[in-house]
């Protein structure tokens, strides 16, 4: 569907927001600013400074200089991946004509369209798009707060909160215990937690084999539950232990101070602790008014614009989009078909209908990889599934080998497409 101007007037944004578009864009280049340099932003900006071809002006605020994949960081922690190889930094987005600002977003105005920055700076601009990530909701876990992530790490936003996990996982005494403390619904990554209890399962066998791994759930069930389930049987027999809420995996207390973690009233003494908690989207979204009492970020399904102002995009993690998975092809996909948007209505240029995509691999062992995936397409409630595949449990070792290796396939390809 091509935005037109009807189209575009007759989202959800406030008539002032509407009527004042054409007389910025009519005083020169317009001009986008992308918050947040990860998957969905950088791909944005990189999109929107390609295909507009110095037609807009595209700056993008990221708070580091270098960005860590979270995606491959289980492989990291399992000893598969060096740190360096989850580093990218911003260079190619700046040489292929993105204002790269290195700080950090504070404020954003929606009536006078401007960002400010703890630097300082105020930059103004014609469409925003916002792609923060995740934040985590404070006193989701009783006992935990982020000050306490130097005892007991998430390690869900990748970088030294990875280094400190991985660390604490090799310095466990010989028969400790691992706990992990699950998050709820909706969250990033969903097989994730799963397959870092795998790669924990995994450095443990080798170098500690009578630990223990104890993960805590509020979760019924998780994603690819029975590949995981089955792959902890076969390579890790007796090792792993997951608590779901029937045997109080909901109600976890953790006591960083004593390394202590509750279970339904019953403690119990670890050597490490991995508390994911529940979470959010990234602070600046609500800091910007857009994010709903769910505190997500509600958007349109078939552009990824932002339902509170029809001048702001929201992609990846911190959107309500509908059935997509918050994952890092997630959020790609979805910067694609919003720089398309954008640049469709800056630049008057072409605007194909949206279609979406993801997959996500999840290593068991070595070279035991599983998937999980799905085509979407925007309905006028969501962003709905219409095909979806899943490895199958019992698969021989040549098809999981392939699958691992489509993984690194994955790894380079969509790092590539969103870094340069
Ligand atoms: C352990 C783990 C494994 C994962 N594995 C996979 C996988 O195999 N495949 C997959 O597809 N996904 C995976 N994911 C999920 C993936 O990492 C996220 O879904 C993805 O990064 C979301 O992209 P995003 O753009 O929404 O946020 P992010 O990639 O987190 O990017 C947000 C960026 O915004 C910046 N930022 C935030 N606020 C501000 C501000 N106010 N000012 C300036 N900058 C700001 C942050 O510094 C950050 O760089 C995994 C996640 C985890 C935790």
């Known amino acids: 569907m091509r935005l037109n101007r009807r189209l575009f007037m007759g989202t959800t944004l406030s008539a002032g927001a509407a009527l004042a578009a054409p007389a910025v864009l009519g005083q020169g280049k317009p001009r986008v600013v992308v918050i947040g340099g990860g998957a969905g932003g950088a791909t944005a900006a990189r999109y929107l400074a390609a295909d507009s071809a110095g037609a807009i002006e595209v700056t993008l605020v990221e708070a580091n200089p270098v960005y860590t994949t979270c995606f491959f960081s289980n492989l990291y922690l399992g000893g598969f991946h ?6 990218h930094g911003y260079e190619r987005l700046a040489a292929g004509g993105v204002t790269v600002v290195n700080d950090l977003a504070t404020g954003v105005d929606r009536d006078a ?3 400010t920055l703890a ?5 103004p601009w014609d469409r925003l798009v916002l792609s923060p990530g995740i934040d985590f909701a404070e006193g989701a876990v009783p006992g935990w707060s982020t000050a306490d992530a130097e005892v007991m790490p998430h390690a869900y936003k990748a970088g030294p909160q990875t280094q400190l996990l991985k660390a604490q996982v090799e310095a466990m005494p010989q028969g400790g215990v691992f706990a992990m403390v699950a998050p709820p619904n909706p969250y990033r990554c969903p097989p994730g937690p799963y397959e870092r209890i795998s790669m924990v399962a995994h450095v443990l066998k080798g170098r500690n084999p009578t630990a223990k791994i104890m ?8 994603s690819k539950k029975a590949l995981f389930e089955e792959g902890w049987g076969r390579h890790y027999p007796g090792m792993v232990e997951w608590i779901g809420p029937d045997f109080g995996g909901g109600k976890v207390e953790v006591r960083p101070a ?3 973690v509750v279970v339904d009233g019953e403690v119990t003494k670890v050597d490490c602790c991995n508390v994911i908690p529940g979470q959010r989207a990234g602070a600046i979204a609500a800091a910007a008014g857009v994010t709903a009492d769910s505190g997500w970020a509600p958007v349109e399904p078939d552009s ?8 702001v995009w929201v992609l990846g993690d911190a959107s309500a989009q509908g059935d997509m998975p918050k994952s890092g092809f997630s959020a790609n996909s979805q910067a694609k078909v919003a720089a398309m948007a954008i640049r469709g209505e800056l630049t008057g240029s072409r605007v194909f209908p949206a279609r979406y995509t993801n997959t996500c691999w999840s290593l068991i062992a070595p070279e035991d990889g599983v998937k999980v995936g799905a085509a979407y397409e925007p309905t006028p409630e969501k962003i709905a599934s219409v095909s979806s595949f899943i490895s199958q449990t019992g698969e021989d070792a040549a098809l999981r080998r392939a699958t691992y ?3 690194l ?3 380079a390809g969509i790092t590539a497409d969103m870094f340069g």
């Open 258 to 260: 004593t390394m202590e």
């Open 409 to 411: 396939g994955w790894y």
């Open 82 to 87: 060096a740190f360096e190889d989850l580093q």
């Open 215 to 222: 993960v805590l759930d509020p979760k019924e069930n998780f």
């Open 304 to 311: 990824m614009r932002s339902k509170a102002d029809g001048n």
């Open 405 to 407: 290796e489509e993984s």
């Open 119 to 123: 630097g300082g700076q105020v930059l």
């Open 113 to 115: 369209r401007t960002v």
